[in-house]
């Protein structure tokens, strides 16, 4: 309770009681806004443009056959939409690449019905790829953070094809070794006070939350801890984390066991419509009895979907506020 004294005197925005922090005019509820290009890093990425979602697991495997880095296809694509990274650009220009630049674009689902076997990459070629992802890691050319990000996505796209595939062998295993030595930051290797600074800490504790699956301490950290620039850099993804909790609670629940929408808006702190709306999007079928909506786990129609509304925020009810 001290801390939110002191942050609202410092011009934060106050959530004591019910109310909202985040997007919104004059610290009251925020004005309803349409899904957001940022509401997902699948809904930035148009290349392929493929319809909706089977597991890449479940998809039986193909024996791609591209020839190249990046298949045809989508480097004809992206050139027309002049989607091509500062790496890809022939004379820096957004609207043209070759076949010794392009690399394949990472796309978060894809269904097997309509993938092509020229779209995927053999193994040589993946090999080929990732040897150049590596010796890019050399250049003076670009800037440290777009390379970076140049190669994490790469090489997300080989994991991906060589997962398609199902190639297993040793090595498909040294191309994950590589692909993870040369992303890795080991945290040890920190200087002593950016690893135990407040930011850092704050950072680590909320990104091990979100893989443990402990969304109910996730959202209290995000509402007690954040500072308004952290909940502004977290808060384009809120609803991506809400929906997977979604999924946690419809497979691990059981069918007579409701969960009502008061109760886990609560949880996820979003207001009831929205998180209804929410479930909506996300396959689930909501029940009405005696004025209470809930919804009944284990319902296959269920499906993380690609992109998101815009969130507004981390909404406060006076019920959890004392769990903060």
Not at 58 to 66: N, R, S, W
Not at 148 to 173: C, E, G, K, P
Not at 295 to 300: A, E, G, I, S, W
Request: aromatic share 8%; net charge neutral; charged share 25%.
């Amino acid at each position: 309770m001290d801390r939110r004294g002191e942050a609202s005197h410092r011009g934060r925005s106050s959530y004591r009681g019910r109310g909202w922090r985040g997007r919104g005019r004059g610290g009251g509820r925020p004005s309803p806004s349409p899904p957001s290009s940022t509401a997902s890093p699948a809904a930035l990425n148009p290349v392929p443009s493929l319809t909706p979602a089977v597991p890449v697991d479940d998809a039986a495997p193909i024996m791609g056959t591209c020839p190249d880095m990046c298949p045809a296809r989508e480097r004809a694509q992206r050139e027309r939409l002049r989607d091509l990274a500062v790496l890809e650009r022939v004379d820096g220009d957004p609207a043209r690449t070759s076949l010794s630049l392009a690399v394949k674009k990472f796309c978060r689902t894809i269904s097997s019905t309509n993938v092509l076997a020229s779209d995927i990459r053999p193994l040589p070629v993946l090999q080929e790829t990732m040897d150049y992802l590596l010796h890019l890691l050399d250049s003076s050319e670009h800037p440290f953070e777009t390379i970076h990000d140049f190669i994490f996505d790469r090489t997300r796209s080989i994991r991906q094809d060589l997962s398609m595939q199902n190639i297993v062998n040793d090595q498909a295993v040294q191309i994950y070794e590589d692909a993870i030595d040369s992303l890795s930051l080991w945290y040890g290797q920190l200087a002593t006070p950016v690893r135990r600074s407040k930011e850092m800490i704050f950072a680590r504790s909320l990104l091990r939350c979100y893989r443990l699956g402990n969304f109910k301490r996730f959202f209290c950290m995000v509402a007690a801890e954040a500072t308004d620039l952290q909940l502004r850099l977290v808060e384009p993804f809120l609803n991506e984390v809400r929906a997977r909790a979604l999924m946690y609670f419809n497979y691990s629940g059981y069918k007579l066991q409701h969960h009502p929408l008061e109760h886990l808006s609560g949880i996820l702190m979003i207001e009831e419509s929205e998180l209804e709306s929410l479930c909506g999007i996300c396959g689930l079928e909501i029940t009405r009895s005696e004025g209470t909506k809930a919804f009944v786990p284990k319902q296959t129609s269920f499906n993380l979907p690609t992109s998101m509304p815009q969130s507004n925020g981390i909404y406060v009810s006076r019920e959890f506020e004392r769990l903060i």
